[in-house]
Structure formats: C-alpha cells, structure tokens
C-alpha cells in the first residue's frame, strides 16, 4: 500500500511494533460506550493499561427476592476484592491484579491479560436492603445479593357512591 505521507507510514510502524509487545497504546473501542444503571467512574482514575480490567463484566439481574450481582474475576482471590456499600444506595465493588513478574532473561511476544485496579458503583433502587448485602467468591465468580424488601400492596378500600 502507498501511503505519500512518510509521518502516517512512521506512526503505523509504531503502532504496529507497540501493538507486538502487547503494550496498549491507548486505543479503547469502548471509551465512550453508555453504561446503563451505572455510575461510571472517571477515566483518569485509571491508566490506559488498565482500561480492560476497570470496566470488568459484571452482570446484574433482579429476582422477586434480590437483586444479584455476579462478576467474572478468574485468577482473583476473596482477599484482593472488596464490596463496600456507599450512602445513598451505591453498591461498590473493587480490586486489583498485580502483573506477575517477568525474569530477567524473559522476552514477552503476546500480552492480553490485564492488570491493575478496577472499581464498579451501582445505584440500587429503594427497595434494597442495603444492611443485609452478602458476598461470596467460587471460581472466580463474585456473587453479590442484595435482597429487596417485601412489597406491600397498597390497600384498595371501596368506596360506595351516593345518589
């Protein structure tokens, strides 16, 4: 391909020879992608590098008795999460991964797994019951369960019409 601009030539070039050593050079498809029932967290809290890992995937689903939280974190343990709840209904859940260390002599052709820290805010709505949130963690999977309280139907009282 012909590319009359020798500075566009000089940058694919670098593009291409960072993307091999699986540096990020801070291209994120997902950058401005809307998170729906979400508060989002400010993207300078965060490196490029961890990018991947702070907007991890979390699923959240509503049953007749909770709201669950379940959250794909392999290789994390228990100790190196935390899931706090915040005023004013906010569920957080954080963490972080540390990069393993390379040896001296060691030579990296292909770097996909991230690393870093990430944190996730959800805005519960007010039906939970923010006092009795419970965690676990089994194979890399994070649950969270917030149950909701009961429902109480409103009282329908019928009321007799005059003449």
Do not use: C
């Not at 669950?68 to 859940?93: C, H, N, S, T, Y």
């Not at 996909?112 to 939970?128: D, Q």
């Amino acid at each position: 391909m012909f590319y009359p601009d020798k500075k566009v030539e000089k940058e694919k070039k670098w593009v291409g020879k960072n993307f091999s050593k699986g540096k990020n050079i801070g291209m994120d498809p997902f950058n401005e992608f809307p998170l729906s029932n979400s508060l989002s967290v400010p993207r300078s809290q965060f490196s490029n590098e961890t990018a991947a890992f702070a907007s991890g995937r979390i699923d959240w689903k509503e049953t007749p008795e909770a709201h669950i939280f379940k959250a794909d974190l392999p290789g994390l343990k228990k100790e190196e999460v935390k899931v706090e709840v915040e005023e004013g209904r906010v569920l957080q859940i954080s963490g972080e991964r540390s990069r393993e260390n390379e040896e001296k002599n060691d030579q990296s052709h292909h770097m996909e797994r991230s690393s870093g820290k990430f944190l996730r805010r959800f805005r519960l709505p007010e039906n939970a019951k923010m006092d009795q949130v419970k965690a676990a963690m089994e194979n890399g999977v994070l649950t969270v369960t917030v149950p909701k309280e009961e429902v109480k139907k409103p009282e329908v009282k019928a009321i007799e019409i005059s003449n």
